[in-house]
């Protein structure tokens, strides 16, 4: 079955790079997500990657995929105080099904 | 600001309570899926409706069902409530529900929270 997982906490400074990690076991996921939930707030697509590159840049954020070891990692370069939230990766299946199997997200505290 | 619309923001209700939550997805999207975010059990996906019918279940349980109508807005119901219903509720939607698109973004709505007493 389906199950993603990630580290539970991560804490910068501000200006630091935050790196989140996140494994995947559904070889056959095509899309590979990371989303951020701010408190109180529902959750916000940041950026996506397909399943056959390694590496996506957009702006601050660069996502690694490692397909091999499905380990999927975000990169926040100078994190910021507004950076502060939950990251969530999320996988999606190659199959008629198209809801996403979510980790259980990272809580990012960033320290001024 | 998604597009996508949940209400109420809120609900408090007692155990064996009956309740309907309400998604109006973004304009022109015809999936709509439902999921349940609790702090034992995370984000998980409960059922998806596409332009009307249901389309994928996911951990749904049999005291909940959901619709879609016509206009494409959905509704979750939930009955029978117990305590460890208390949990944020999300939709989201998105253009497609199957087929050629394979990159089909979900906009989730700002969810609604029950508690249940």
């Known amino acids: 079955g389906e199950d993603v997982e990630q580290s539970l906490f991560l804490s910068v400074r501000e200006g630091d790079s935050s790196v989140i990690n996140c494994t995947y076991t559904d070889s056959s996921s095509t899309y590979l997500y990371w989303y951020k939930q701010e408190p109180g707030a529902g959750l916000q697509l940041l950026t996506y990657i397909f399943s056959n590159m390694d590496m996506k840049q957009d702006q601050r954020l660069t996502v690694l995929l490692n397909k091999k070891d499905k380990h999927l990692s975000l990169r926040i370069a100078d994190t910021q105080t507004g950076d502060s939230a939950i990251y969530f990766c999320a996988e999606k299946e190659d199959t008629g099904r198209r809801a996403l199997t979510f980790g259980s997200g990272t809580r990012l505290q960033v320290q001024p | 600001d998604s597009g996508v619309t ?11 309570q009956r309740v309907t939550l309400r998604c109006s997805p973004r304009s022109g999207d015809l ?46 119901n939930l009955s029978s409530l117990e305590l460890g219903d208390s949990a ?17 973004e979900q906009f989730f709505g700002p969810g609604t929270r029950l508690t249940v007493l």
């Open chain 2, 31 to 76: 999936s709509v899926y439902w999921y349940q975010q609790s702090l034992d059990q995370g984000l998980q996906f409960l059922i998806q409706y596409y332009n009307g019918e249901e389309r994928a279940k996911g951990n749904i349980l049999e005291r909940f069902s959901a619709q879609q109508f016509p206009d494409l807005h959905s509704e979750l």
């Open chain 2, 88 to 104: 944020l509720y999300f939709c989201a939607s998105s253009v497609a529900g199957t087929g050629v698109l394979l990159y089909n």
């Open chain 2, 6 to 16: 949940q209400t109420p923001k809120h609900l408090i209700t007692a155990t064996g």
